[in-house]
T-cell receptor, first 113, second 114 residues
C-alpha cells in the first residue's frame, strides 16, 4: 500500500520563475492538503483540495495555486518565485468521513536562488 | 498569529530519562490535538493524538496529558531512547473528516544521549 508520494524530491529554481510540485495521495484517500515548512519551523497550511475544488486556504498569496485531478492526485503551482519561497513543501492526504488522521509525504525541497 | 505555542525549542535527555514537551493553544474551537515526529529529510509522521474530552492518552512509551481549562497539552516520552532523537511538533485542528486545517507548533528538537 503506497503512502503519499511527491515529486520531485529536490529542485532549484531562479527567482521569478514558476514551479509545479506533484502529489499522489495514499490509496483510498480523496482529500489533499499542501503545507510549506521553512527550515527550523513547523509546517504552515497552504490549501486543501477535495472533489477537485479548493476547500480551505491558509494565509498565502495568490501566487500559490493548486489543482486536483479526477484520480485525486494534486499539483501545487507557485508563480513569480521569491527567495523566501525556499522551503520543504509537504503534501498530506486524508479521506472524508474517516476521522482526523492525515498522512504526510516526504516532501519536495525547493531552493530559490 | 501563533495559535499553538510549543516549548522548549530544544531538549537534551539522557537515555532512559523522561522527555517532556509542552504546548498551549488559543482557539477553543480546536477539537483534535495530534503530535508528529519528524526525522531529518522526512515528512512528519503521526505519533499519537487526543481529543479534548480525554485528559490523558497513553500509547507505549508515549503519553499525552491534556488540560482543557488551561488550554495546554504535553507529550511525555518515557524511557527515552537514542532512536527517539527527532523533531516533535504538537498540532491542533478543527473540523470533521477531511475538512480540517492542521495548525502546527514551532517544533522541539529532541536529542537523547546514550
Amino acid at each position: 500500500d503506497a503512502g503519499v508520494t511527491q515529486s520531485p524530491t529536490h529542485l532549484i529554481k531562479t527567482r521569478g520563475q514558476q514551479v509545479t510540485l506533484r502529489c499522489s495521495p495514499k490509496s483510498g484517500h480523496d482529500t489533499v492538503s499542501w503545507y510549506q515548512q521553512a527550515l527550523g519551523q513547523g509546517p504552515q497550511f497552504i490549501f486543501q483540495y477535495y472533489e477537485e475544488e479548493e476547500r480551505q486556504r491558509g494565509n498565502f498569496p495568490d501566487r500559490f495555486s493548486g489543482h486536483q485531478f479526477p484520480n485525486y492526485s494534486s499539483e501545487l503551482n507557485v508563480n513569480a518565485l521569491l527567495l523566501g519561497d525556499s522551503a520543504l513543501y509537504l503534501c498530506a492526504s486524508s479521506r472524508q468521513g474517516a476521522g482526523n488522521t492525515i498522512y504526510f509525504g516526504e516532501g519536495s525541497w525547493l531552493t530559490v536562488v | 498569529q501563533q495559535q499553538v505555542k510549543q516549548s522548549p525549542q530544544s531538549l537534551i535527555v539522557q537515555k532512559g530519562g523522561i522527555s517532556i514537551i509542552n504546548c498551549a493553544y488559543e482557539n477553543t474551537a480546536f477539537d483534535y490535538f495530534p503530535w508528529y515526529q519528524q526525522f531529518p529529510g522526512k515528512g512528519p509522521a503521526l505519533l499519537i493524538a487526543i481529543r479534548p474530552d480525554v485528559s490523558e492518552k497513553k500509547e507505549g512509551r508515549f503519553t499525552i496529558s491534556f488540560n482543557k481549562s488551561a488550554k495546554q497539552f504535553s507529550l511525555h516520552i518515557m524511557d527515552s531512547q537514542p532512536g527517539d532523537s527527532a523533531t516533535y511538533f504538537c498540532a491542533a485542528s478543527m473540523g470533521s473528516g477531511g475538512y480540517q486545517k492542521v495548525t502546527f507548533g514551532t517544533g522541539t528538537k529532541l536529542q537523547v544521549i546514550p
